[in-house]
């Protein structure tokens, strides 16, 4: 087919689209930036997505991929895709100021690891995506493109946003808590956070090592496979990178189905939280999955995590940001303040506990992933919050980035007033392409008679 003409249009094509036309040469890469920059123009001013854009810098880097093409050099796997990459990410060109006045106008002296991957790929580094102050807690100025009145989610607020509302194909973002699959959840996108030690992280701020993960929006599973498969590989500077050959997960999507993967519905302990829109929402999905999706009690299991999870993470963000502490606590948010408070006063010997339960949990469910392809679990409480004073609830990412088990929410549901509600899988450690292939399944299966949230009796 011929590419589209006008800006939105071209704006709203998902990657794998947008990289069939720059192929065929039916599209340039200078005409897709000029759409998203057009797209940025026109929704910036309500939708507050990006901490950093040069225009003129994106085109030139459209210009130098298009100048490539026309000298018969080969195509790279994201010829000529603009990405939004996330305030955390060091860029070369480009500040990194990490969402605090502490650092603005840093400019980092090299690109973080995937950066550079992704330039490699052929990328076009659009500009830098709103995070929250630090990637913890305190809110950026991002609104829901949905409703300008509620959050985006955070930290990676300015990427899930950017992509739901068509500023770019793709987005990088990073996880420590719920910072991935909480604002794509939010913001209607898919959102995945793979396994643990997956993507390199050297050159992206430093929270709290067992817990940091990179992550990637999309507005379809087999865009996010694209971008993952540019992203993965084994990063020298990254002490927790696994040196594993990559993973193919974009081919892995077109193998054929042998059987059906088998889902188990996981409550977690807080299914409390959980909003009558999600909880009916769910139902109807095991309901139009035939009810062959049996609920698993991982009481026992997970009870302490959150305990866990926050214990290393506040002493972690103590010592990660005991400079910005001393010199600037003051320009601090309250929340994060006290976070780092907290972290300074925990004892040595319950860190080290609690850091390593981590594999040790792990190993107690990881015998389920012999049974199950994945668990089907909330991805947050219900649709966006309304206000923007908080980033909404994590609890139900917690576990499985405290875990390091790949993950992705899929904007499967709405509530009452049509706002997105994302429904979270969680897959064993290592298998982030079968759980990607899962999820595609499940958006086929689901294609034909979509469930709509509906409250609860």
């Given amino acids: 087919m011929p590419a589209p003409k006008d800006h939105d ?112 790929a052929g990328a076009v580094i659009l500009g830098k995506s709103v995070t929250t102050e630090l990637a913890v807690y305190a809110p950026g100025p991002t609104r829901n493109p949905h409703d300008p009145g509620r959050t985006p989610g955070g930290s990676s ?35 995945v956070k793979p396994s643990f030690g997956l993507v390199g992280r050297s050159g992206v701020l430093r929270q709290s090592p067992p817990l940091d993960q990179v992550g990637v929006f999309a507005r379809s599973v ?13 990063d020298p500077g990254d002490r927790d990178s696994l040196p594993w050959a990559a993973p193919g997960f974009e081919r892995t999507l077109d193998a054929p189905w042998p059987i059906e993967p088998d889902l188990a519905l996981v409550p977690t302990p807080r299914w409390d939280e959980a909003g009558a829109d999600l909880q009916g929402g769910l139902a109807e999905i095991v309901q139009a999955l035939g009810g062959a999706v049996p609920a698993l009690d991982l009481k026992d299991a997970l009870e302490r995590v959150w305990d866990l999870h926050r214990t290393v993470m506040e002493a972690d963000l103590a010592a990660s940001y005991a400079a910005d502490y001393a010199r600037g606590g003051d320009a601090l948010s309250p ?41 089907l679990t909330p991805a947050s409480p219900g649709a966006a919050p309304r206000g923007l004073d908080s980033t909404g609830s994590p609890a139900f990412c917690t576990p499985w980035t405290y875990l390091g088990l790949p993950a ?50």
């Fill in 408 to 457: 992705l929410t899929l904007p499967l549901l709405k509530d009452g007033d049509g706002l997105p509600i994302g429904v979270q899988l969680v897959g064993r450690h290592g298998d982030d392409a079968r759980l990607l292939r899962t999820a595609a399944r499940l958006v086929r299966r689901l294609e034909a008679a979509p469930p709509q949230a509906s409250e609860t009796p």
């Fill in 157 to 191: 607020s300015g990427s899930a946003a950017a992509v739901a509302d068509f500023m770019a194909p793709l987005a990088l973002g990073t996880q420590t808590n719920g910072s991935v699959i909480r604002p794509a959840a939010f913001c209607g996108v898919v959102g």
């Fill in 9 to 120: 249009d071209l704006a709203r094509l998902g990657a794998a689209e947008a990289r069939a036309l720059l192929v065929d040469g039916r599209l340039s890469a200078l005409e897709l930036t000029e759409a998203c920059l057009a797209r940025i123009a026109a929704r910036e001013e309500t939708v507050r997505a990006f901490a950093f854009l040069d225009p003129d810098h994106a085109r030139r880097q459209a210009e130098a991929l298009d100048a490539l093409r026309r000298a018969g050099r080969p195509l790279r796997p994201l010829h000529g895709l603009p990405v939004a990459v996330k305030d955390v990410f060091d860029t070369g060109d480009m500040p990194t100021c990490h969402g605090t006045p502490l650092h603005e106008g840093r400019r980092p002296r090299r690109d973080a690891f995937v950066v550079g991957r992704l330039r490699a």
């Fill in 222 to 234: 087999r865009d996010a496979a694209l971008l993952l498969d540019a992203i993965v590989g084994f």
């Fill in 335 to 375: 929340v994060l303040r006290a976070m780092l408070e907290r972290g300074r006063t925990l004892p040595a010997v319950a860190y080290i506990e609690a850091r390593d339960a981590i594999p040790r949990l792990r190993a107690a469910i990881e015998p389920l992933f012999d049974r199950f392809d994945a668990f």
